[in-house]
């Protein structure tokens, strides 16, 4: 089995920060590209940030200079940290990673359960 977890959400007010991590675990062989997601109340899921296990980077346009994705690739984990954070990037957050499990040869999505990030006064 493969889990991912994350954790760093909560209340924050606009202009503040927040990091949040994602650590995977299980019978994993190898991790390609980790993903943050973010879905708000009554919106479409949308890709935040990604980085490839060569640190190829993307980011959402709003976030761009805002928000710093890394990743640890012995630990197997992956980080936001978020800046300037406006109450437009209020939503879920979820971490996603395409990952081989070990005795398999082909890759899949997993999820994590998501984390709560709220900004507002």
């Known amino acids: 089995q493969v889990q991912l977890v994350e954790s760093g959400g909560g209340l924050v007010q606009p202009g503040g920060s927040l990091r949040l991590s994602c650590a995977a675990s299980?019978?994993?062989?190898?991790?390609?590209?980790m993903r943050w997601y973010r879905q708000a109340p009554g919106k479409q899921r949308e890709l935040v940030a990604q980085?490839?296990?060569?640190?190829?980077?993307k980011y959402l346009d709003s976030v761009k200079g805002r928000f710093t994705i890394s990743r640890d690739n012995a630990a197997n984990t992956v980080s936001l940290q978020m800046n300037s954070l406006n109450p437009e990037d209020t939503a879920s957050y979820y971490c996603?990673?395409?990952?081989?499990?070990?005795?398999?040869?082909?890759?899949?999505?997993?999820w994590g359960q998501g984390t709560q990030v709220t900004v507002s006064s």
């Open positions: 980085i490839t296990s060569g640190g190829t980077i």
């Open positions: 996603n990673a395409d990952i081989i499990r070990i005795g398999s040869y082909s890759e899949n999505y997993y």
């Open positions: 299980g019978s994993i062989l190898s991790i390609r590209t």
